[in-house]
């Protein structure tokens, strides 16, 4: 079975913090790519990251960054000295071989001033 | 970047008439599209894989009878929600496929709010 977990449903925390959401996947593929999506209360989704499987070097981008590993199939996200236009829903998604994208149950993330 | 766009951006609807979606790639082709529904609060669930010139693919528990898809072009894939209940009301997000390397860039449309009453 191909899932994405992400345990936490809702995150509070307070400007300027750092704040880490995980994300859990299960897949037998060999090849796959994980995403990250941020969807503000507008509801569009915005793309953050993608990451193939093959490629478990961390990334960062500005106060964003990323920690793969494969070895405990997590793809976590962690956003530093966070932001009230932080808050959102965060979704972290699971392309499969097949072509499909499986998506988590989103974290809803709130930053508070 | 690549873009997808959706039409309506919402539609309030009576309980029993029909709501017709589009999801339009604009500036490249897509040979296939993907259809999502999300409840409030909810994650976003694959409900079919439209691909041009061909029937659509629906995930287990979709009724294909009552949610038509017809991808018509290579730029353009329509979710038909018939004879629509206030059960159906979601948030419908298309995206589609940029045809590169590998599994492809996948683009999202903004999203389509339906509310039947």
């Known amino acids: 079975a191909q899932k994405v977990t992400q345990a936490q449903t809702e995150i509070s925390v307070v400007e300027k913090e750092d704040v880490t959401l995980d994300c859990v996947y299960e897949t037998r593929d060999t090849t796959y790519y994980l995403f990250w999506y941020k969807q503000p209360p507008s509801g569009e989704l915005v793309f953050l990251i993608r990451?193939?499987?093959?490629?478990?070097q961390n990334e960062i981008s500005g106060r964003y960054s990323w920690n793969f590993q494969k070895s405990t199939s997590s793809f976590n996200f962690t956003i530093t000295a966070s932001q009230v236009v932080d808050s959102a829903v965060y979704f972290c998604a699971l392309l499969n071989q097949g072509g499909k994208l499986i998506f988590g149950q989103g974290t809803e993330l709130s930053v508070k001033p | 970047g690549a873009v997808v766009s959706q039409h309506p951006s919402w539609v309030i609807c009576k309980s029993g008439t029909s709501v017709k979606i589009e999801c339009r790639s604009l500036?490249?082709?897509?040979?296939?599209m993907f259809w999502y529904r999300q409840f409030p609060k909810q994650s976003l669930m694959l409900m079919a894989t439209s691909n041009e010139g061909s029937k659509a693919t629906y995930e287990q528990g979709v009724e294909k009878d009552k949610f038509l898809i017809n991808h018509a072009s290579l730029t353009l894939s329509t979710l038909t929600v018939t004879s629509a209940h206030p059960e159906d009301s979601s948030f419908y997000i298309c995206s589609a496929r940029f045809p590169s390397g590998g599994t492809g860039e996948l683009f999202f449309g903004e999203g389509s709010r339906l509310t039947v009453l």
């Open positions: 500036d490249f082709q897509a040979t296939t």
């Open positions: 990451r193939n499987s093959f490629d478990e």
